[in-house]
């Protein structure tokens, strides 16, 4: 005899009680009960069943056998003694039980019979498919079940059919997503096991109702647009949504077919948070835990449109702590990172709501103040931050001091972008310095070198008498040891101050609108090169350039740089333009739109200083970018801070995963060229292995 299986023992348990229950429901309703058969004890109907070809057989309502036909033992070996009281269970395929508790259950809730296709198990030990008819019937006044069984040949197509259905939904309860069928009304018309656990209710309760009444207090909201709109388009939607009540995020996909909508709950809450977490480790400082530059810059310039469009004063101050060298070297290093950790938690404390307080590197901080009224309110911050850091910092017992010089330059008399703001307040700073320091400076223009005169006086002329110069830095192949790329960098050969880089100049080109005719210049310069080195043979040097924000977004670009290549004979393939995310950010419809038309050309598009914005990771998965620069930024301390360790290893992994290819660049250590070897990342370039040269000193390393 079969035993029930002790995976399904707590299951059956549950459904005798539901069934105990509903059973005390219908009998309580007069109506149900008048529409139900009754039990027929007359001699002709005692000789139908015995004669009857069909496994027949009376349940109690805990499925025990009451009595069943003689044909028991010619359809499964079995005496009709070894049946009566046993549990119909004990005869059922396993996985056939969930389904005829369901179809058992629905009698008690709608029709008072059903019929299914079950596995019933003959005493050797074989499985036989039935279809079978059961049936709620009054004996007396009390409730049983009839049930009918008839043999199927396994030939027949339906049976199959109903296999496949069976198997395809033990799949869809199997996936980690909750999912669900909708008809035109938006009614469900299925739900998986997932769907169940996230909706909290038994899919029977759930089938028939609408997808918005069913949906927890903690996940409401309202997507009737979105369900309206794929229906009617015939489209696929895919959206996020956060639900604060139980803290999770869920991605909802809403697919439609033929017969209604198909919608996809999954929660994504941990990859939220990774991301999270890997955001917050690319935009704080590790030490101190406050904003690092990546995230002061973004801010910085946030606040300086802010204060254009309100005519609103800005300020910003640069801190550097006073003879911290002695610290370190005299107390040692975990000392210092105790006092910077101090005295960031003081910087804060003396700030606003909406100031920031960000860390260098080192001991230098930015700070910025927004939306200032008046100078004297800056007056009355920066004595308050001196004084703070004046007081003693208690370390084991033992108290020490430090004092700070501060530079102060306010929007926009002393700049109106983020670098040039920080550099005078960089100036007066090291003016309050010059002063005797554990004092403060606001920038005033005398405060700048006789070089940044002379630069703003000749840059004009400059491009006018050629003075511009083109260097290129290689690109290595670590793996093989090759040189597979350029990147191309603009020089200032100034007649009296010398070779000026870009950083210098760049800024205040972009500034006066002189980067437009200067950027067509590198170009078309940088491509004739490259057209060059194919002509001597090295026939698969690519080279790439930067492309600022102004020149990007030219109504002309695309024509401009066909005609450039057209002129130099260089292949679109070999020509890779630089574009940072910042860049990219400014209009992101218009961006793609510009990178779809360039790639239509065959030219390669890099994403330039990875990391270097809020929404990388976001924005990755739909701008058309072939390369990812890993910024410098994060590979400067791979090989001495484990967390810009960790942040360097999600940037590749997410790279390719993306199939893009990954350049670190900025390597300067043999620490850093091994860290990322290891990880995979394959393609460098920095000061280890070359520094920007001109052309001919290149083609020297080329022939190596």
Known sequence: MVTETKSNGQMIDNFLRDIKNLAAKVTADNKF???????????????????????????????????????????????????????????????????????????????????MPVRLKHKNGEWHWFEILLKLYLNGSSLQLLLAA??????????????????IADLLDSINEALCSLDRQWRLTYVNQQAERLFKKPRHELIGKKLCDVIPLGLSFNINNELKEVLLEKKFICFEKYYRPINKWYEIKIYSFSQGLAVFFNDISERKQSEEKIKHFAYHDPLTNIPNRVLLKNRLDNEINRARRSNNLLCVMFL???????????????????????????????????????????????????????????????????NRLKKPFAFDGQEFYITSSIGVAIYPTDGTDAETLIKNADKAMYYAKKRGRNSYQFYKPFMNSCEDVLKKKNLHQALENKEFIVHYQPVFNVSTGQIIGTEAVVRWQHPDLGLVYPEKFLPLAEKTGLIIPLGEWVLEKACHQCKSWHNQGWSCISVAVNMSARE??????????????????????????????????QDP????????????????????????????????????????????????????????????????????????????????????????????????????????????????????
């Not at 030219?554 to 860049?583: H, M, S, Y």
Request: aromatic share 8%; proline share 3%; with cysteine.
């Open 33 to 115: 009960i008048k529409g139900l058969p009754k039990k027929q004890e007359d001699n002709e109907h005692i000789e139908l069943i015995e004669n009857s070809q069909d496994l027949i057989g009376e349940l109690s309502l805990d499925c025990r056998y009451l009595s069943v036909s003689s044909s028991c033992w010619e359809m499964l070996g079995y005496d009709r003694k070894e049946l009566i009281g046993r549990r119909f269970f004990e005869l059922l395929y396993p996985e056939d039980i969930p389904v005829f508790m369901e179809k058992c259950k629905g009698m008690f809730l709608s029709f008072p019979f059903t019929t």
């Open 150 to 167: 008839r043999k199927l040949p396994l030939s027949q197509p339906y049976y199959y059919f109903n296999l496949l259905n069976r198997h």
């Open 320 to 386: 550097d702590l006073d003879k911290f060298k002695i610290i370190n070297d005299t107390l040692g290093h975990e000392m210092g990172d105790r006092m910077l950790v101090s005295v960031a938690r003081r910087l804060a404390g003396c700030l606003r709501e909406g100031d920031t307080v960000a860390r260098l590197g080192g001991d230098e901080f930015i700070i910025l103040l927004p939306e200032i009224e008046n100078v004297s309110k800056v007056k009355n911050v920066v004595h308050r931050i001196i």
């Open 552 to 585: 990007f977004y030219q109504d002309d670009l695309v024509q401009q740089i066909a005609g450039i290549l057209e002129r130099t004979g260089l292949k679109p393939q070999f020509l890779q333009l630089e574009i940072t995310e910042n860049t990219l950010l």
């Open 589 to 704: 419809e218009l961006a793609v739109t510009i990178l779809h038309s360039l790639k239509k050309m065959g030219i390669k598009i890099s994403l330039d200083d990875f990391g270097d914005g809020y929404t990388s990771f976001n924005h990755l998965k739909r701008i058309p970018v072939d390369i990812i620069k890993i910024d410098k930024s994060f590979i400067q301390e791979i090989d001495s801070d484990p967390v810009n360790n960790s942040i360097v290893k999600a940037m590749i992994k997410f790279g390719k995963i993306m199939q893009k290819d990954i350049v670190a660049e900025g390597v300067e250590t043999g620490g850093q060229r091994d860290f990322l070897t290891q990880e995979k990342c394959e393609i460098m370039q920095g000061y280890l292995f070359s520094k920007p040269v001109a052309a001919n000193q290149l083609e020297e390393c080329l022939k190596m």
